[in-house]
Nanobody, 123 residues
C-alpha cells in the first residue's frame, strides 16, 4: 500500500517553470516505479513521465521531452517533476502514480494514485 500526495501546482505564464512534488507513505517506496500523468478537461488521462525503481531509468511522453524532468529521492519518499518552458497546452491536473511494474506508461498499469494538483499555464 502506497499513499501519494502531490504538491507544487499553480498558475504560471507560458515559458515559465514549476516543480511538482509527490510524497509517498510506505516503507517500500524504493521498490516502485513512479509516474506522472495529466488530465485536461474533456480529455483522457495521459502519460507524462516515469522513473524506474531500479537504476532510475526514465521515459517521457513526446510532448514533454526536453522540457520536463522526472527524478526521485528515495530517502525522502518523493518523486519530482520539473517542468520548464511551459505551454498553455500543458494545463491540466497532474497526478503521480506508483506501480511495481518496471516499465509502465498507461494508466491501468498503475496501482496507486495521488489526488492531483492543478497546473495552469496562461498565454
Amino acid at each position: 500500500q502506497v499513499q501519494l500526495v502531490e504538491s507544487g501546482g499553480g498558475l504560471v505564464q507560458a515559458g515559465g517553470s514549476l516543480r511538482l512534488s509527490c510524497t509517498a507513505s510506505g516503507r517500500t517506496f524504493s521498490s516502485y516505479t513512479m509516474g506522472w500523468f495529466r488530465q485536461a478537461p474533456g480529455k483522457e488521462r495521459e502519460f507524462v513521465a516515469a522513473i524506474a525503481s531500479i537504476g532510475g531509468g526514465t521515459i517521457y511522453a513526446d510532448s514533454v521531452k526536453g522540457r520536463f524532468t522526472i527524478s526521485r529521492d528515495n530517502a525522502r519518499n518523493t518523486v519530482y517533476l520539473q517542468m520548464n518552458s511551459l505551454k498553455p497546452e500543458d494545463t491540466a491536473v497532474y497526478y503521480c502514480a506508483a506501480t511495481r511494474k518496471f516499465v509502465a506508461t498507461t494508466t491501468h498499469e498503475y496501482d496507486y494514485w495521488g489526488q492531483g494538483t492543478q497546473v495552469t499555464v496562461s498565454s
